[in-house]
């Protein structure tokens, strides 16, 4: 069963500041990897997806690599603002269309 | 519409009873997921729906819950007799792909449904 681990938990950081969020995965037989945007009491938004041959992918102040040999994924945000405080989730998929989530990162980012 | 639909936004019921949860997804999309999501923990594949082809339902947690999709568009989970742990955020996410998530296709989720069981 694919485990996915995100650390930290939680992050507070001064406006500004980058953001740099840790996600592992047990399976590197992965077919893609994403990371989602969850806002309090609303559904996921998709940020990045990154395919299985890729090692990076990047959107703006967003920047997502991946390193399937290790089995870990980050996510890089930069010159951080208060509009980025959110939850954000990493997920897996062995298959196409199967998603394992970690439990994800919850950022505040200070004015 | 302009995005997935999900209702009720809240349910609080009580343990034992029957729910139904609803997901639209968006219009021409073929391929539909639910997801659990409970406090604290990541979230918890339940069921994936393509097309006409027979669902992916290997996620279900028990025979207390099913899922339909009429007419390849809108799709009801169904809850029976409800339990305490069943509590959590139940979301609907669709994508346009016929063969999965691509950068081209990606997942847009619903607001989900809170569901509180007493």
């Known amino acids: 069963k694919q485990e996915v681990t995100q650390i930290p938990a939680a992050l507070s950081v001064p406006e500004g500041e980058n953001l740099v969020l840790n996600c592992s995965f047990t399976?590197?037989?992965?077919?893609?990897l994403q990371w989602f945007r969850q806002d309090p009491g609303k559904g996921l938004t998709s940020l990045l997806l990154?395919?299985?041959?890729?090692r990076e992918q990047t959107s703006g102040r967003l920047n997502a690599s991946l390193d399937k040999s290790s089995g870990r994924s980050t996510l890089y945000i930069a010159a951080s603002q208060p509009g980025d405080s959110a939850t954000y989730l990493c997920?897996?998929?062995?298959?196409?269309?199967?998603?394992?989530f970690g439990a994800g990162t919850t950022v505040t980012v200070r004015a | 519409g302009a995005g997935v639909s999900q209702s009720p936004s809240n349910k609080v019921t009580e343990k034992g009873k029957d729910v139904e949860l609803r997901c639209d997804p968006i219009s021409g999309h073929t391929a539909l997921y639910w997801y659990r999501q409970s406090l604290g923990q990541g979230l918890e594949f339940l069921i994936y729906?393509?097309?006409?082809?027979?669902?992916?339902k290997s996620g279900l947690p028990s025979d207390r819950f099913s899922a339909e999709r009429t007419g390849g568009s809108v799709s009801t989970l169904t809850i029976q007799r409800t339990q305490q742990e069943d509590s959590a955020v139940y979301l609907c996410a669709s994508s346009l792909a016929t063969t999965g998530v691509s950068n081209n296709s990606p997942l847009h989720f619903g607001n989900g449904t809170r569901l509180t069981v007493t």
């Open positions: 729906f393509q097309g006409n082809s027979a669902p992916d």
């Open positions: 990154i395919q299985s041959s890729q």
């Open positions: 997920a897996v998929s062995l298959f196409p269309y199967k998603l394992s």
């Open positions: 399976d590197s037989a992965i077919y893609n």
